[in-house]
């Protein structure tokens, strides 16, 4: 029990020294962790569905490529180093995934389709999305810049963490009511409304060092992180389950898989970038 903790403290403060530190580095450092994070994390969803989907055999390098190359893809878009036509090695990848199970005569080739897509759409996409939350117009130029500001995809993950940590703690606490037991039996409203209420109050926080948006803004982008957070942890609880597995994979010793370790950033991130895009419409 007490290696296990061990373990699991040296990993966790790790892995978010890694995190934080690259994120905040630079951008080029930010772009080689999450092209690594994104190609790393979609091995592993396709390494699962392969041992553990029945008749389903994807292939674990093209969608890794295909999920790298989309996380750069869209940051070189984001910084104007290229124009729409990078897209394009990606369309023929996702042409080319489609194309080859016609010759490939596998198994169950509708399948094959299905999973390697949901890798693209449930992982890589939003991954890449990162980079629209990292990367801006700076007004204050007299001529088109960019700039990188690492303080918005972080807060993300502040956000999350600390929703996991106020969650955990609270329910272990007082937690009665069950928030989706069918899926994830630990889970109670009252962590979930903890947890919620400790990443608004870290908002504030934000809002006071990084005024480039208002509080009430910090605060909802938090409220809408936790929202989709906790939908992100309950949809791979749910593949999981559909796929008879406890952990995702052991890449993270204690903490199980990389898709354990960014289930929730998956959802939040899109809807971070739906709200922030939403923001500028009013």
Known sequence: MINNFIKRAITGVLFVAILVGCILYDAFSFGILFTAIS??????FA??????????????????????YLFLAIMGFCIDAADSKIFIPYVLLLLYMMISELYLKKENPVLNWAYSMLSQLYIGLPFA????LAFHNDPASEFSSISYN??????IFIFLWLNDTGAYCIGSLIGKHRLFERISPKKSWEGSIGGGVVAIGVSFIL?????FMSMIEWAGLALLVVIFGTWGDLTESLLKRQLHVKDSGNILPGHGGMLDRFDSSLMAIPAAVVYLYALTWF
């Open 207 to 211: 809002a006071h060092y990084f005024p």
């Open 47 to 68: 390494q699962l569905v392969n041992m553990r989907a029945e008749g389903v055999k994807i292939n674990k390098t093209i969608n890794m490529l295909g999920g790298a």
């Open 150 to 155: 690492p303080i918005l995809p972080l807060s």
């Open 129 to 132: 999305l990162l980079n629209v």
């Open 39 to 44: 190609a790393l994390t979609i091995y592993e």
